[in-house]
């Protein structure tokens, strides 16, 4: 799966799951992505920032 699809389905819901993160954490370490992929992972923090997006890691701190 690529970051950018990943990114799309949580803007498009408005939620990451931890799968979800962990997936893209997994994506990002092994260096197999492009620019299109970065890209939509600095939408998706921009959008987390904004509140548009939030991250189910986060909502189990509360």
Known sequence: MLIREIVK????TGYLSWEAENKIQHILSSAK??????NAFMSLQLAAMAGR????????IK
């Open 33 to 38: 992505f492009d620019l299109e992929d970065l």
């Open 53 to 60: 997006v939030r991250q189910e890691s986060l909502d189990s």
């Open 9 to 12: 389905q949580a803007i498009a």
